[in-house]
């Protein structure tokens, strides 16, 4: 394996011809890598050794002892003694351990850059005891930590030195372009200045985050590169690495970094001893994709729907509702590389900004003042948790009856004993699903029996009939999907894409 990628690599970088010839005249020939040297890719550079040179004394390794609280898995057994528990004693016990990172230097002085998750405990019950910072010398200093963001996953420390610090500054990840050559510098599996090179593979990939503009690249990244800098051929920060998609913990050639975009004000913020502060509307989204585009008759990917409104927030007071779709806001397209989060978390707190929506296909315009984003504590009181969330699994019952309805679901009025029985307000208007076919999509998107759908096609319904008329009407518009809006118990209304049975 290793002989046939010489033969690749020589066919690709070096483009030499070489001679093999059957002389007898032994004293003429020469070693075959005699005076090569490999031509350089268009556009990189024939070596990186010096650039390599004046950044690596920048990055550093960051390394943190942490103590950790065990409680006794063997109370009141007699195998307590046996693994270092004292008996069976119920006494916790303490143990130390230890997390290895990156990082680097962007000022002479001694702030450090890097991952909010490097300098954390790695455990419940666990707490940092002391940062160490390493630096390529292997002058070793006690780091404090300066500020953190936990939701870009970044942090800010600060070492004193008696001398003058090498440092990097960060530069513009906008001008970066999929394709463009990068160097990563780190400490993957404690193997301390580890250089490794690749491209660009993408740009504002998410991963699940409200926050995610991260810089894919195939350039080696693996555990202990978190923290790292990724350099441009400018030996400019554009990055720093945080994530890898690996099924082994190892590199497949798929990594991310924070974009310098995202992270230089942020750590400048930190840098200042200040929390960072973002703007907030107060509005639970969905991503408008395939299903619910296509039950809305939208395009997909451009917009985002609003599943929820937080009373008396700024998206509430602007008359914002929800089924409506947010396009832009204060002239910035939502797309799935501008996501809505991103967007209005940089609008200045206290600002007054136009949002377009679409409202039963119509865009308008309204104008909604930004407000604090709350704590991720009190964010998660207004978001329902994932196990009450319409796409798990579970609950449905099937019948004959669910499979001859136009969406594989019957459903009867809801009445006052009904609505007594599950427990919803008086108030509450709609049907009540009776069965689900598990067959069709409104099984696989998790409605279940006791369910109860307030409007389909953004029409109230209050029979089988109203639900199916309407199920006609979608499909006589040339749309697959209907978009219901459920209610289950203790949970706000939610809208579900439903799409229509195949005939």
Same mark, same amino acid.
């Given at each position: ?28 020939? @020469? ?14 550079? +024939? ?46 016990? %303490? ?25 954390? &405990? ?7 005891? #002391?940062?160490?910072? @390493? ?16 939701? @870009? ?45 690749? *491209? *660009? ?14 810089? #894919? %690249? ?24 945080? #994530? ?13 970094? *924070?974009?310098?975009?995202? &992270? ?5 913020? $930190? ?21 619910? +585009? ?62 377009? $929506? ?26 329902? %948790? ?19 309805? +136009?969406?594989?679901?019957? +459903? ?64 006589? #518009? ?8 459920? $209610? ?16």
């Amino acid at each position: 394996m290793r002989y046939a990628y010489a033969i690749t690599g020589a066919l690709l970088l070096g483009g030499t011809a070489i001679a093999v010839t059957t002389s007898s005249n032994v004293g003429a020939q @020469t070693a075959q890598n005699e005076g090569m040297q490999a031509a350089a890719p268009a556009g990189a550079p +024939a070596s990186l050794a010096d650039m390599v040179e004046k950044l690596q004394p920048a990055v550093v390794n960051i390394s943190t002892r942490q103590r950790v609280t065990v409680q006794n898995p063997f109370q009141g057994t007699p195998f307590g003694e046996m693994f270092g528990f004292g008996g069976g004693s119920g006494r916790p016990q %303490t143990r130390q351990a230890q997390s290895l990172g990156s990082g680097f230097l962007i000022s002479a002085d001694g702030y450090i850059v890097t991952n909010n998750h490097v300098v954390s &405990a790695g455990a419940e019950g666990a707490s940092v005891e #002391q940062i160490t910072v @390493t630096l390529t010398n292997r002058e070793e200093y006690t780091a404090r930590l300066v500020g953190r963001d936990p939701a @870009t996953d970044l942090a800010v420390l600060k070492i004193d030195a008696k001398k003058a610090l090498p440092f990097v500054k960060f530069g513009d990840s906008n001008k970066a372009r999929v394709g463009d050559w990068v160097v990563a510098i780190g400490n993957p599996f404690a193997l301390s200045g580890t250089v490794t090179a690749g *491209i *660009i593979s993408a740009l504002h990939r998410g991963t699940g985050g409200s926050y995610d503009k991260f810089i #894919q %690249t195939d350039a080696s990244i693996n555990q202990g590169n978190s923290g790292g800098p990724m350099f441009d051929m400018r030996g400019n920060v554009i990055g720093i690495n945080s #994530q890898i998609l690996s099924p082994s913990g190892g590199n497949v050639g798929i990594g991310f970094a *924070i974009p310098s975009e995202q &992270a230089a004000p942020i750590v400048e913020t $930190l840098r200042k001893g200040q929390s960072v502060r973002r703007g907030y509307l107060g509005i639970q989204i969905s991503p408008l994709g395939e299903d619910l +585009a296509e039950s809305l008759g939208l395009a997909k990917n451009r917009g985002e729907f609003v599943q929820g409104v937080e009373p008396g927030k700024g998206a509430d007071k602007a008359g914002i509702r929800p089924g409506d779709v947010i396009v832009s806001v204060n002239g910035r397209e939502v797309t799935m590389d501008e996501n809505l989060s991103s967007i209005v978390a940089t609008q200045p707190i206290g600002s007054r900004v136009p949002i377009v $929506l679409i409202r039963n296909g119509q865009r308008q315009t309204v104008t909604a003042i930004v407000g604090e984003r709350p704590s991720e504590e009190e964010l998660a009181n207004f978001a329902p %948790t994932q196990d009450e969330d319409f796409g798990a699994q579970g609950g449905r019952q099937d019948n004959g009856q669910a499979a001859q309805q +136009a969406l594989g679901l019957s +459903a009867i009025p809801l009445t006052p004993n009904i609505t007594r029985q599950l427990g919803l307000p008086a108030d509450t208007r709609g049907v009540v699903i009776t069965s689900v076919d598990s067959a069709t999509d409104a099984g696989a998107k998790g409605l279940r029996r006791g369910d109860v759908i307030i409007t389909a096609n953004n029409r109230p319904v209050a029979t089988q009939a109203d639900l199916d008329a309407q199920a006609k009407a979608v499909a006589s #518009q040339g749309r697959n999907a209907i978009l219901l809006q459920v $209610l289950r118990r203790g949970q706000p209304a939610t809208f579900v894409p439903i799409r229509l049975r195949d005939k």
